[in-house]
């Protein structure tokens, strides 16, 4: 599906990681693990960049969310699918969403607990209803890979356990950057540690012992 070797990524010229060895097979739930400006964003969006070529309903929920504030939930979810129809489709259920439409996205905003939040502007909604708006936004998406980053950072952990489980259901393969070790552990089939700008390990979760983890966040 998706391999780098001896890869180095980073932006305005600048090399945030380096010597990066990674892959990614269908089935896989990866998730990575390291400090904030480890380079982790920096390599959920180099897999993105890579696999959005070829597969072009893969779904992502970026860290600031990627929402539009004036618009309501229902029309922010309903973006994740706006390459699936014409201009006029789309401006169309713009101006009064279709009830098909409507009929198709109940059970995303019931599994993210925004039902009754439909026509609420997402700048109203506070933090963590944005969050499961871009969460909805994906699920509604489908496809069989999603790329998140910081996906349930604004939920309680309940909640947080009760949508990474939802995603499992919907996806076949996940990249997630998580804060969470527990709950890393918990869904991953696979550990990344990132430190420093270069990959610490990578292996079956089994096989990442607690300090390893712990080495990464260390000061």
Known sequence: MLQFHDATFGYGGRSVLSGVDFALYPGERV???????????????????????????????????????????????????????????????????????????????????????????????????????????AMHRGGPILIGDEPVSAVDEHHAVALVEALCGRFETMVLALHDVALARRFASRLVGIRGGRIQFDGPVAEITPEAIHDLYRS
């Open 31 to 137: 998730v990575l693990l390291g400090r904030s400006g480890s380079g982790k964003t920096t390599l959920l969006n180099a897999v993105y960049e890579r696999l959005a070529h070829r597969f072009p309903e893969i779904a992502l929920v970026p860290q600031e969310h990627g929402l539009v504030p004036q618009l309501s939930v229902f029309h922010n979810v309903y973006m994740g699918r706006l390459d699936r129809h014409g201009a006029l489709y789309n401006l169309a259920n713009l101006a009064l969403p279709f009830a098909r439409e409507r009929r198709a996205m109940a059970g995303v905003l019931e599994t993210v607990g925004l039902t009754g939040f439909e026509g609420k502007p997402v700048g109203s909604l506070s933090g963590g209803q944005k969050q499961r708006t871009a969460l909805a936004r």
